[in-house]
T-cell receptor, first 115, second 112 residues
Framework: GAVVSQHPSRVICKSGTSVKIECRSL??????MFWYRQFPKQSLMLMAT?????????EQGVEKDKFLINHASLTLSTLTVTSAHPEDSSFYICSARPRGTDTQYFGPGTRLTVL | AQTVTQSQPEMSVQEAETVTLSCTYDTSESDYYLFWYKQPPSRQMILVIR??????QNATENRFSVNFQKAAKSFSLKISDSQLGDAAMYFCATFGNEKLTFGTGTRLTIIP
């Protein structure tokens, strides 16, 4: 149980285009989902917290107009990187927290490369 | 605010032996949880073990156990009978105020 999927696993795009990453909780409902960014050989940095049906809460320094987050249902959250630039290249990981628990379960991550 | 410190960037252990990974933390929350996650080369984050801060009893999960010292704000992970599949990055994390804060990780190598 507690499986989280992410799609795509890998994406390459041109500078200036937008990329959407999906995060789904497959076997549970998640009132809260989280988006992280991980640079090579570094830890995970929280970008934003996404609550179903409400606006996402962004961490300090994260541009909300650049990283659009939508949590449309209890099983799906999306992250859209708008007008991507090479410095946005990174590994993006989502997690989901089942209703009524404190534990986060992570997706397999998405490697974004912006040319 | 929460901070998590893992002072061992790398550790190695002989297969079948025991290894302990260190973690200290600081938090202003009175109610919080502590976790160890592993990240193998696939980069999938996998929950290893979870500890509720209000519980004095140390959590155990098969070959994995923690030594939780609340007053010292220490939360070390012991891996017994190390196996090749245990090779990974291990991240200590605290959850409080609706956020999970990670340490910088310890890379564990298993020597056959």
């Amino acid at each position: 149980g507690a499986v989280v999927s992410q799609h795509p696993s890998r994406v390459i795009c041109k500078s200036g285009t937008s990329v959407k990453i999906e995060c789904r909780s497959l076997d549970f409902q998640a009132t809260t989902m989280f988006w992280y960014r991980q640079f090579p050989k570094q830890s995970l940095m929280l970008m934003a917290t996404s609550n179903e049906g409400s606006k996402a809460t962004y961490e300090q320094g994260v541009e909300k107009d650049k990283f659009l987050i939508n949590h449309a249902s209890l099983t799906l959250s999306t992250l859209t990187v708008t007008s991507a630039h090479p410095e946005d290249s990174s590994f993006y990981i989502c997690s989901a927290r089942p209703r009524g628990t404190d534990t986060q379960y992570f997706g397999p991550g998405t490697r974004l490369t912006v040319l | 605010a929460q901070t998590v410190t893992q002072s061992q960037p790398e550790m190695s252990v002989q297969e079948a032996e025991t290894v302990t990974l260190s973690c200290t933390y600081d938090t202003s929350e009175s109610d919080y949880y502590l976790f160890w996650y592993k990240q193998p080369p696939s980069r999938q984050m996998i929950l290893v073990i979870r500890q509720e801060a209000y519980k004095q009893q140390n959590a155990t999960e098969n070959r994995f156990s923690v030594n939780f010292q609340k007053a010292a704000k220490s939360f070390s992970l012991k891996i017994s009978d190390s196996q090749l599949g245990d090779a990974a990055m291990y991240f200590c994390a605290t959850f409080g105020n609706e956020k999970l804060t990670f340490g910088t990780g310890t890379r564990l190598t298993i020597i056959p």
